[in-house]
């Protein structure tokens, strides 16, 4: 029985175009629901790079709309809290084991989570680059290394058939030798 439930919190986004690619990243790697704070996102544009349209199917929620403060009140008791961001003390990605449920938090595009948050949290997390990412490209990389280290990573043709753009028609050939 899968019992994974994967929510996105992002921390005040400011960025639509970072949200767009985030809500994109959860239909490519099958979150649940994507979650943020703040008011900053609101006032902005629609998603103009939600090309897949994730946002239909996977709900984009403003924890405000339910009466909540911060990200992580927004989950059940079950759920592991999960800080993603350069902070001190951190644990490398490549050795982290991911949770069945979890709410993988990330800071604001132009700051970082809170003492607060990150004191509540049952893990802090970092992406081991020279420098800082993208949030949305750090939203991509920390649910592909779950994917990767998942039992539900199925890498095979019919996998491509289903993902591909219509355009798409090129294969690999085998060589003569």
Do not use: W
């Not at 982290?96 to 993988?104: C, G, I, N, V, W």
Request: aromatic share 6%; glycine share 6%; charged share 20%.
């Amino acid at each position: 029985m899968n019992t994974d439930f994967v929510s996105i919190g992002l921390t005040n986004p400011k960025s639509t175009s970072n949200v767009g690619s985030v809500m994109r990243a959860a239909g490519c790697y099958q979150v649940d629901q994507v979650l943020y704070s703040g008011q900053r996102y609101d006032r902005a544009a629609k998603l103009s790079t939600d090309t897949k349209k994730a946002h239909v199917s996977i709900p984009l929620i403003n924890i405000a709309s339910l009466g909540l403060d911060e990200l992580i009140d927004a989950v059940d008791t079950q759920t592991k809290i999960v800080c993603v961001d350069l902070i001190q003390g951190a644990t490398p990605l490549p050795a982290f084991e991911h949770p069945e449920k979890a709410l993988y938090v990330f800071g604001p595009e132009d700051g970082t989570i809170s003492q607060k948050v990150v004191d509540r949290a049952d893990h802090v997390v970092f992406v081991p680059t020279i420098g800082c990412m993208n949030l949305a490209a750090s939203v991509n990389v920390v649910l592909y290394d779950r994917l990767a280290k998942s039992s539900r990573a199925v890498a095979d043709d019919e996998l491509i058939r289903s993902s591909k753009d219509v355009n798409n028609n090129v294969k690999v050939r085998t060589k003569h030798a």
